[in-house]
């Protein structure tokens, strides 16, 4: 076996690996709000979580372009492979340092900073056009836009719902949510599993066996779907713990206008644009959002503000973690 051919494996494995990190790390965003309101239990909602983010994979492959493609150019070769590994490497030293500490960071700013700290390390040339366009502008725009459309949601509801008895809407959105939490599982799927996708055909062109211009293959999409379904099964009770209660105690109705919202606003950037949003930024957003309607200090902000600080430093983070990384690789491998 030839070097570089070894490199792509080894690279394919480690990109499932991060796959499986996303997964578990980023199970609470599906289904926190549902497990807190016992509108689900844990393992239940796990396993509709793990089924919808198979399904959603399936749906498309614009995110996993953009990753893929507008991110970095990585050269030909095992150089460039040693780059697609390191970004790969700062992301899950990050996903499992921010999962220990039960912080939601963003798996996908994660790997975006990967990548870009590895390029940089390596004097490869960074799309910062696509970098902002795609990556910094919709990671503003996504929680800005998760706050307000859960709050405008949220306001809808208790207006519509203003004469119900309470214990009687609580039953029926405990139902709704079962949909609620499937909508964003399977937007999560559309998201996450396609940022693994982008890099392993990265990992595959760079090492010659693929095209630029060729479409995903079906193995790649079949074993990013199955690699991040089995993560979220394995679930992230740590990260759930911090979503589900201590942001804010919520209700039925909250968790469905949370979910709601978040699960629109990760289709429109996936379908309509190719932005790889973060589908842990946009419910924790949601979820502050609907909180704000009852009063603003029924949102807990000091731990609100742990986790913005936590996303302030995930792309500077994992890309440093890359950069170390490129140069051990470098070394050893060149």
């Not at 590994?85 to 939601?104: D, E, H, Q, R, S």
């Not at 975006?112 to 490869?124: E, H, T």
């Not at 309509?272 to 924790?284: E, K, L, V, W, Y």
Request: avoid cysteine.
């Amino acid at each position: 076996m030839d070097l570089t051919l070894a490199l792509v494996i080894g690279v394919v494995v480690v990109a499932l690996a991060f796959d499986y990190t996303n997964g578990f790390h980023d199970a609470a965003n599906a289904i926190a709000t549902s497990v807190s309101t016992r509108a689900l239990t844990p393992r239940a909602a796990l396993f509709m979580a793990a089924a919808m983010n198979f399904l959603g994979a399936h749906l498309g492959t614009q995110v996993a372009a953009t990753v893929g493609k507008g991110i970095i150019d990585a050269p030909q070769g095992s150089h460039g492979l040693v780059i697609v590994g390191a970004a790969l490497v700062g992301a899950i030293t990050w996903n499992l340092i921010t999962w220990y500490f039960g912080l939601p960071s963003s798996s996908s700013h994660a790997l975006i900073g990967g990548l870009v700290g590895s390029a940089i390390a390596s004097s490869s040339n960074v799309h910062w056009d696509g970098v902002v366009d795609k990556v910094v502008i919709p990671m503003v725009l996504s929680p800005v836009l998760g706050f307000f459309l859960a709050a405008i949601i949220m306001i809808a509801i208790l207006w519509g719902f203003r004469h119900s008895q309470p214990a009687k809407t609580n039953r029926g959105f405990r139902h709704a949510q079962t949909i609620s939490a499937a909508a964003m599982a399977l937007g999560h799927g559309l998201q996450d599993a396609q940022k693994t996708m982008g890099v392993i055909f990265l990992a595959l062109v760079v090492g010659g066996y693929q095209n630029d211009g060729d479409p995903i293959p079906q193995w790649v999409i079949l074993s990013a779907a199955t690699a991040i379904s089995l993560g979220t099964y394995a679930g992230g009770w740590r990260i759930m713990r911090t979503l589900g209660r201590r942001i804010i105690a919520l209700t039925p109705p909250q968790g469905f206008a949370a979910e709601a919202a978040a699960a629109t606003v990760l289709y429109t950037a996936a379908i309509g644009f190719g932005a790889p949003i973060s589908t842990t930024h946009t419910i924790t957003s949601a979820i502050m959002g609907v909180g704000a309607t009852k009063r603003l200090s029924a949102v807990r902000w000091g731990v609100a503000g742990n986790i913005v600080t936590g996303w302030i430093l995930t792309i500077p983070a994992a890309a440093l973690v890359a950069a170390l990384t490129y140069y051990a690789l470098h070394w050893m491998v060149e």
